[in-house]
């Protein structure tokens, strides 16, 4: 029930039950080679979510963009996830729970889903299960809840902490059949509460990682038909865009907002860079009726479909990779200095040119955000 990637060699680095064998790999990888060597055949999980920051060495060693890199680390995140939900089925056949009694498929959520995550990500997961009548549900949802707690529970152990806000499959909110999940969906986009929308932006994006993954694309299909035509529910989707501004003043200079920063030069460009982009773009891509989970593939699918010109596209993704190649970098920092991956930089850190290049993206982060929001007015 393993679930590959084919657009890219790199894809496929963590595609297979155990870790690469670089025995073969040609010495332009050595360092990547070295790296997993050091990491060994039989890690455990806890070993192998604490060898990511030499991972990440290594590949930036051989030059690889941070937005590879994030794609990479996501991947092995889901080889975490999946060797997880193979321990906990493993040990319900030992306790005596059997096998699935009916199809399900493992998602991830958010950056992870979107295979954009960096060093530090919490749990955002939940289930799909197929439709199966009410009368076993005691039986088949009990299942499910037990292999959720032992598959959360082992990413947690592992150093994927749970989430706080409970998004996880472990609770019933986020582990439903797929008719419940269709109904959920009617539910959240029938009118524009800012509840609904914070939920359902959760759960729109989202990457089959275990499982079925027809059960996914059911979900992607249920996904397209419905909101796209959510005016109401989009519209608040937009409103809440406001909710997290670029790092910019109102003269286009660098300017965190100040909360939680653990210094005055600190800006938290997950919260205030990255964050407005995905949303933005989720939103645009949402409209169109795109089916991509990540932000790259919705670009391409934008300019595909008249919503985005190329070079804009472009410079977006662009923007994107290096808004992402400065927090990796502020990740590794901080890990060496003892503190957690999070995503505050020190602007006192970034020469000039790493300013003007990271005012300019923001820049186009704000203007896409307006262009997000008008493309709702204008319908």
């Known amino acids: ?3 590959l990637h084919r657009a890219s060699p790199w894809r496929a680095l963590f ?24 990491l060994g055949p039989t890690p455990r999980l806890a070993e192998a979510k604490a060898w990511q920051p030499q991972l990440v060495e290594a590949l930036r060693r051989l030059d690889l963009p941070a937005w590879r890199i994030a794609q990479l ?3 092995h995140n889901d080889w975490l996830y999946r060797q997880a939900v193979e321990q906990g089925l493993s040990a319900m056949r030992v306790s005596g729970w059997g096998e699935p009694p009916a199809r399900f498929c493992v998602l991830t959520l958010g950056s992870g889903a979107r295979h954009e995550s960096l060093l530090g990500p919490d749990q955002d997961n939940a289930m799909i299960v197929e439709d199966y009548p009410d009368s076993a549900h005691t039986e088949i949802d009990g299942y499910f809840q037990a292999l959720g707690e032992r598959m959360t529970d ?11 806000g409970h998004v996880m499959a472990r609770w019933p909110m986020w582990r439903k059949r797929l008719g419940e999940w269709g109904r959920q969906l009617e539910i959240w986009t029938a009118e524009r509460r800012v509840k609904r929308v914070q939920q359902a932006n959760i759960l729109l994006d989202f990457h089959a990682v275990y499982g079925d993954p027809a059960l996914a694309e059911s979900l992607r299909d249920l996904v397209v038909a ?32 100040d909360d939680g920063a653990p210094h005055e030069r600190a800006i938290n460009l997950k919260r205030q860079g990255l964050l407005p982009l995905t949303g933005s773009v989720r939103l645009l891509a949402l409209r169109q009726g795109c089916r ?10 934008l300019v595909m479909a008249g919503a985005l010109d190329a070079l804009r596209a472009s410079t977006l993704g662009d923007a994107l990779g290096r808004l992402q190649a400065l927090v990796l970098d502020a990740q590794l920092t901080s890990l060496a200095a003892g503190r957690a991956a999070d995503g505050w930089i020190d602007t006192a850190r970034l020469d000039d040119a790493q300013r003007l290049l990271l005012r300019h993206d923001l820049q186009q982060v704000r203007r896409l955000i307006k262009t997000a929001k008008s493309m709702g007015n204008n319908r």
């Open 15 to 38: 595609a297979g039950d155990a870790p690469p064998d670089p025995r073969d790999w040609p010495p332009l990888l050595a360092p990547l080679a070295d790296a997993v060597a050091a």
């Open 73 to 75: 680390l996501s991947d």
């Open 1 to 3: 029930m393993r679930l």
């Open 292 to 301: 991509a989970p990540d932000t790259r593939g919705r670009l391409s699918e």
């Open 226 to 257: 419905l909101v796209p035509r959510a005016a109401l529910f989009l519209d608040e989707m937009a409103s809440l865009l406001d909710e997290t501004p670029v790092a910019l003043d109102r003269l286009g200079r660098l300017a965190g907002d």
């Open 154 to 164: 082992a990413l947690d152990e592992a150093g994927i902490p749970l989430c706080n």
